[in-house]
């Protein structure tokens, strides 16, 4: 067996449960498999290989899931691909065959089962790894933060439960101006290329990493530069990015029988770590930009996400969006959710009115990182607070934000109720950062650190 060329990723993670993505090689004419074996760590028995067909029609990918695990437990597993000497192997045969499994042994832990444990988490956004001809230029620029992440990881107090990446995982349109990418081919090349750096590589072997798009997995402002042309390109870049990201999310229902429903109904998803909660939307791809019902979120995201907010018990619950929630900026804001200022105001008066406490927006996009607070200036029962993290690396061609990038010497939103007020709780960082999430019993501690690991600056949010 060979080690994957992609991966393994581990993505969505319960107490009893995982998902692991894998990639192979396509072997002209011949049959290829994927398989995963698993133990306790400390045990010597492997368990039985969990095998799966790859194909070309998915870029030889797949998830496999590993059932029936014992929660708050680390696993030792491997990962591999071959590609057997019969033509007739299937799934089933190919279990009996003597293989030689790759050399690396990887570890991942089930997430805890008691719902008071403190969880950890890992949050960043808006990758960069400039593409020239098919081949990253100066690709540990784009892959040394991941290092730093690794190395806090295996230094922290509290575990990490998961990493969150909010959006702009890969830049397709990175040069669309010179020579944009639209195929297929060239795009699958991407994510091989931006996945497979060894820093990121280690880090997604064995912390769970839940991702979801923004524009640029698309093209630049996705769908506001949309041309009749693009089609085309969207049609291409979901395809890649279902394969790379989706795949090994909660999007992906379980089914009866143990395996992942390949299907896609939407690409939002929540999951559950004990009593925090996160809704991961997808604020990009179901936008509405006509006049008369202008939705950053469609109809039916948006009813979900208000009943999760009224009827989860959840202490904590995080909602994603991968655009700014607020603040907003004083230019090029109409990306983000200033440009939808009715759906905006309908989910804060959802949260004021029914009393719900300890609602955290996350999200990134705009290269500059920050926490704030938003008030209401006739109901001191209300508040949320935002938690922004961008980027993990920038592009020498575009700007760093900063206070100044925001609007803040005004209400958010003017009711007849009263005003959203909002201000800064920390200094907005304006260098490539990642943001380290612990969740405690009584507050929510959120540090940033550097792209070497240095500590920047911290913000404590006492929990209601």
Known sequence: MFKPTVG?????????????????????????????????????????????????????????????????TEYEYQAGWFSPMSPVHTVETIQELPLQWPRDVYC???????????????????????????????????????????HLAQRAETPINAMLMTGDQVYIDDLNIIAPDREYKEILSKYRTAFSQPHIAKLMSGIPTYMILDDHEIEDNWPANKNKNDDHLYNNAIAAYELYQASHSPACELLEDGNIDRHLA???????????????????????????????????????????????????????????????????????????????????????????KNVFFVS??????????????????????TIVSSPLCNSKLLPYAKASTFVLDQPLARTAAGDYQHELTSEVISQDNFAHLIVEPERIR????????????ATNITLR
């Open 8 to 72: 393994p990723i581990i993505g969505h993670t319960t107490p009893h449960h995982a998902r692991i993505f894998l990639r192979g090689e396509l072997q002209k004419d011949a049959l290829v498999f994927g398989g995963i074996r698993y133990r306790r760590s400390g045990d010597t028995p492997w368990s039985k290989g969990t095998f799966t067909r790859l194909t070309s029609a998915h870029d030889m990918c797949d998830v496999l899931a590993l059932n029936d695990l014992a929660a708050d």
């Open 108 to 150: 991942f832990s089930t997430q805890p089962s008691n719902p008071a444990t403190p969880r950890a988490y890992i949050v960043g956004s808006c990758r960069y790894l400039r593409m020239t001809v098919g081949a990253p230029s100066l690709p540990h620029m784009g892959d040394r933060i991941f290092a730093a992440i690794t």
């Open 266 to 356: 939407r690409y939002w998803y929540q999951f559950t770590h004990g009593d925090i909660e996160w809704f991961v939307t997808d604020s990009r791809t179901r936008r509405n930009l006509s006049a008369g019902d202008r939705r950053i979120l469609d109809e039916a995201q948006e009813a979900a996400l208000c009943s999760w907010l009224i009827h989860s018990p959840a202490r904590v619950k995080f909602v994603v969006t991968s655009v700014m929630f607020y603040p907003d900026r004083k230019r090029l804001g109409d990306d983000a959710w200033k440009a939808f200022p009715e759906q905006r105001l309908r989910l804060l008066e959802t949260v004021r009115t029914h009393r719900i």
């Open 364 to 385: 990134g996009d705009v290269h500059g990182s920050l926490t704030s607070r938003l008030t209401h200036s006739e109901d001191p029962d209300f508040e949320v607070h």
């Open 446 to 457: 959120i540090s940033y650190h550097d792209r070497e690991g240095k500590f920047l600056q």
